[in-house]
């Protein structure tokens, strides 16, 4: 049963002890408010003013899972907090782990600092939760997948626009990689994991997945520079640096060009350019046990 006084507490607590600063939106210099603004907590959890305000008024319906979801993760919740938000609301808190979409508040806090870099947020198999707009602007909206296809390495081996934005000559690379990612997922979360249903979709539905995986190869790591062909701006060669929450194991993936050089400025335009309807390709992030 949802705990509407409970509820509303905690939510008002939990907004008003937020700052702009920390989830990457300006401060202003009028700005009075102590923590967030009602509306600006709303935007964060993707969903209108009025239905959040009226959560924290003790009024509406009850909450939705989904709905709750979206609230801890836009008031950056640890995952106690996540929980308890859960209880009040009436509703049995969701797994941790490994499965996982509730990214953790400091790894939210450094990615809310990354808005003028292209980067993302993944799970272990490959399936993106958080996107800079630089990010949507080189590889697409990758949040736009559900079911199987939300794992770049499933969507890969069963939709050709999956290869677009890669040179041709390394797409063997890629499908080495990624039946590699998967087995040592598979591996390390065991026949009844989501890896494995995975497996076996991707085994009746890909020939070439079939005979790549039949190579029993392991270890296959990304490569130092990774080639993207853009419909706009062409050619850019960007380094990928790696931050990792084993607790939840996902991963923070930041690309970056050398300074001065032609990728850089590739980028640059990219930022001005911003998310395209032809950019709709993908970004390459490695399926990988946590390390």
């Known amino acids: 049963m949802i705990d509407r006084v409970g509820l509303a507490e905690f939510l008002r607590s939990r907004r008003e002890a937020l700052q702009p600063e920390d989830v990457g939106m300006p401060r202003g210099q009028r700005r009075r408010t102590s923590g967030l603004r009602r509306e600006e907590v709303a935007a964060l959890c993707h969903m209108s003013a ?85 990010g949507v602007a080189l590889v697409g909206d990758l949040g736009r997948h559900t079911g199987p296809a939300r794992c770049i ?47 076996a979709d991707l085994t009746d539905r890909s020939a070439e997945f079939r005979e790549v995986w039949q190579r029993q190869e392991v270890g296959i790591k990304p490569r130092e520079i990774k080639r993207y062909l853009h419909p706009q701006v062409g050619l850019l060669e960007l380094s990928c640096q790696t931050l990792v929450d084993p607790a939840q194991s996902q ?39 946590p390390s």
């Open 50 to 134: 009025d239905y959040y305000s009226r959560l924290e008024r003790q009024r509406g319906p009850q909450p939705s899972e989904q709905m709750m979801a979206s609230i801890a993760q836009g008031l950056h919740l640890s995952l106690e907090e996540r929980d308890h938000v859960f209880r009040l609301a009436g509703h049995q808190p969701p797994a941790r782990g490994a499965g996982s979409d509730h990214v953790s508040p400091g790894m939210l806090r450094i990615f809310d600092r990354l808005a003028d870099t292209p980067a993302e947020i993944v799970t272990e198999l490959g399936e993106t939760l958080r996107q800079t707009p630089l």
């Open 153 to 199: 390495g499933y969507r890969w081996f069963t939709d050709p626009a999956a290869r677009e934005l890669h040179p041709p000559e390394d797409h063997d690379f890629y499908s080495r990689m990624y039946a590699s990612g998967l087995r040592g997922v598979v591996a390390l979360r065991g026949p009844k994991s989501r890896a494995a249903s995975l497996l």
């Open 251 to 289: 991963h923070l993936l930041v690309y970056t060009a050398a300074p001065g050089s032609e990728s850089h400025e590739k980028l640059q335009l990219l930022s001005v350019i911003g998310p395209t309807s032809t950019s709709t390709s993908e970004a390459g992030a490695p399926l990988a046990p």
